[in-house]
């Protein structure tokens, strides 16, 4: 007898290969953990470990937090959520640029994909990326994975909020794809942005969403509105980015701050004594996966 849709997705969450003892693929993802320190003008790798800033054309270098979460932050902080990674607008005073952009992303390892148990070559076979944001300029904005592996492809869709400085609540399910390509390695798997604003150099008016296609640095999202990036001051933040293997989205598997921690110094470990930052792990920093 077949088995029903409701079946075959919850067989698929049951047999879920988990990346070690987790079931997110994302490292730090309810945002805890920010050894180099909780606010920075840099883009890069500056504040919450794993997550950074990348921006370009701006007049106004937008500024990265470890952000914190109150009572009144309705939905992530009942779910047990007490910290995210914000971004703060700058004074774009000259507009916006057709090269213009300010995103997050996220890059996640080759060998965490490969072994995760997504059969990511099927195009019915699943991974569900789940997270909380909030915008203080309710618009669209675009979430944009791109495989760094092989012939990069990127897939992108939507994501809007209910409403200005509103936490909502995002989840959405991504297929396999024949093109997709990841090494049993430490080198660049897939990029998830959060793409904030980009200007129509990198954009086109006919992009398709929720689809594979080879990557094109100038067809990364539809046109985008104009209207955060123009705001002083606007701000974008995220919380409980989870990514994992199954068509269905789970509650966030919390870690506790010690293996938080753990996970992170991989890559990045500061030793408080000295005030020395070093990098460990054959990971490394910068480029690669951080």
């Known amino acids: 007898m077949a088995l029903s849709q409701v079946g075959l997705e919850r067989l698929n969450t049951a047999t879920t290969k988990k990346i070690g003892t987790s079931k997110n693929i994302v490292i730090n993802g309810a945002c805890f953990i920010a050894q180099r320190g909780s606010s920075s003008t840099s883009a890069g790798y500056q504040t919450v470990d794993r997550f950074k800033t990348n921006y370009s054309g701006v007049d106004n270098n937008p500024t990265q937090v470890q952000g914190s979460l109150s009572s009144s932050d309705t939905g992530p902080y009942e ?3 007490r910290k995210t990674f914000k971004i703060t607008n700058g004074n774009q005073s000259s507009g916006a640029g057709a090269g213009d952009q300010i995103s997050m992303s996220y890059l996640i390892e080759d060998q965490d994909l490969a072994t995760s148990g997504w059969n990511y070559l099927s ?16 618009q669209t904005f675009y979430v944009i994975l791109e495989s760094k592996d092989g012939t990069s492809r990127q897939y992108s869709f939507a994501i809007t909020p209910t409403g200005a400085d509103t936490w909502t609540k995002v989840t959405h399910t991504i297929p396999g794809n024949t093109g997709l390509q990841f090494s049993n390695d430490n080198g660049e798997g897939i990029e998830i942005y959060f793409g904030i604003f980009y200007g129509t150099n990198l954009t086109t008016s006919g992009h398709t969403l929720n689809t594979w296609k080879t990557t094109s640095s100038s067809d990364q999202a539809p046109d985008m509105t104009s209207t955060w990036f123009t705001t002083n001051n606007a701000t974008f933040e995220i919380t409980g980015v989870q990514l994992e293997v199954g068509s269905v989205a789970t509650d966030f598997e919390f870690k506790s701050f010690a293996e938080d921690l753990t996970l992170c110094q991989r890559y990045f470990q500061r030793f408080e004594s000295a005030g020395d930052s070093h990098m460990l792990g054959a990971a490394g920093d910068g480029t690669t996966t951080c």
Do not use: D, I, P
């Open 123 to 138: 195009t019915t076979n699943y991974v569900t990326l789940s997270f909380w944001f909030k915008s203080s300029v309710a």
């Open 79 to 81: 779910a047990g959520f």
